[in-house]
DNA sequence: ACAAAAGTGTTTCATATACACCCATGA
DNA sequence: TCATGGGTGTATATGAAACACTTTTGT
């Protein structure tokens, strides 16, 4: 089924004798993949307990192996189905780390990936699926993780600071309706400072990435806020220049 | 020697019944470069005769496949040495292209990366190695390169155009040494619109980016120009918020 | 009436843009 | 002396940053 035929004619892959099979498809693939979400006025990642012995008692990143048949986002997804029972979500590719000695056992690349989940979708709740994670703080990490999925998380949360400021992925950690204010703890969540409210909202508002929906929220004993979604579907980048 | 003992017992390998190995190692993984020098004040990629009969008389981009002892940026060097005897240059992993067809003969998983060429280190001089390459201007490009190469050259050309306006990327298409109206013909060659050379001094000078060397260059029959470097090593992230 | 969060404007400062002429050199 | 590319400044407009009070609701 996936015995392809590999011939060393592709410019891809010419060298002066022909490999055997078995010396081209020598690693094993795998996707790692960083889950973000908001809880509590906070940025939370997801970790799974790792089994391998060698990290015994350490946490690290939902993963597994990429199939024949599937790409490394497929894989990604499946994987957080599997881990955490984590449906929908937003995926995005963040690096792939090929570090000849990234995995005690052997050569595995992994293509990691960020995802991000709105509040509803974040919910760990294995239905057939055996949940084995947690959300944890990004400010409560613990310092080591197996394998090397510091370094990954480390990347992760570096991609996504940068990419907030000039996209709007930030709509993947919201529900499609939101106040502004919540917006704005998003950001500050994410950036890890804060931000100053009517700065903000003229920002947000001047740009127009987003448009009111004419429905409020009260939200106890306080003057109820306008409900906003995205205007515009999908990720888009603001030009800075 | 690459057989390793990869045992399911990793997060990032749970699977209900433990497959073999041989269905663990089911892809064969290649590295694909696509390399950029400035020419002739015009942005050229390096662009290889593709043998695959399937893509008779295409070319296609630089790359070939990872051994089991490389990480997929060494393989990428090693490649741009084979095909077209390039060595230095500077290289950043662009994206992972994992479509499970986006090779004829099978399974092939490509981590691609973009590689910039000073214009000294960009000569295509096939020593020991057989040169198959040539530099075309990037609005030269065949419509149809081999496999998925189109995508992937697409991909890369918006990276290195957002990534040259918030780094100093640029400088690894410039000489050690350069003088203003060669880094601004560099921006406008990338960027590919013109851009106001008062402006553009004032901003450049203004971030502190590049220093003067203290030497000039006379160019012909013209007042000579000033010499700057690049004021701090590798490449840096403009702060733009 | 009060507590709690929502909402709103102005001033100041820095940066972006538009734009045209003089300078130093070799031929 | 002329042709060639190098080098410079100012005025205007736009966006960023700092900063505090009023509004609407529930209790």
């Given at each position: 089924m996936y015995s392809v035929s590999i011939t060393v004619t592709h410019t891809s892959m010419s060298s002066h004798k022909a490999p055997k099979e078995d010396e081209l498809r020598f690693a094993v693939l795998a996707s790692d993949t960083v889950a973000f979400r908001l809880h509590n006025n906070g940025l939370e990642v997801l970790l799974i307990k790792v089994e391998n012995p060698v990290f015994k008692n350490m946490e690290g990143l939902p993963g597994g192996l990429i199939k024949p048949t599937e790409t490394a986002e497929q894989a990604a997804v499946r994987h957080l189905t599997l881990k955490g029972?984590?449906?929908?979500g937003y995926l995005e590719q963040l690096y792939t780390f090929s570090d000849v000695?990234?995995?005690?056992?052997g050569r595995v690349v992994s293509v990691a990936h960020i995802a991000l989940f709105e509040p509803d979708e974040a919910r760990l709740e294995g239905r057939e699926a055996q949940v084995v994670g947690r959300w944890c703080p990004v400010n409560s990490v613990p310092k080591k993780l197996a394998y090397d999925h510091d370094i990954i998380l480390k990347t992760a949360l570096a991609r996504l600071r940068a990419r907030i400021e000039y996209t709007t992925i930030v709509r993947h950690l919201l529900p499609k309706e939101f106040t502004l204010t919540e917006l704005q703890i998003a950001y500050e969540s994410v950036l890890g400072h804060e931000l100053d409210k009517r700065n903000f909202r003229k920002k947000i508002l001047g740009l127009e990435l987003v448009a009111e929906t004419g429905r409020t929220r009260t939200q106890g004993a306080s003057r109820p806020a306008a409900l906003y979604k995205f205007a515009r579907p999908g990720v888009q980048t603001i030009e800075i220049l």
């Open positions: 029972g984590l449906s929908g000695d990234r995995d005690t056992r």
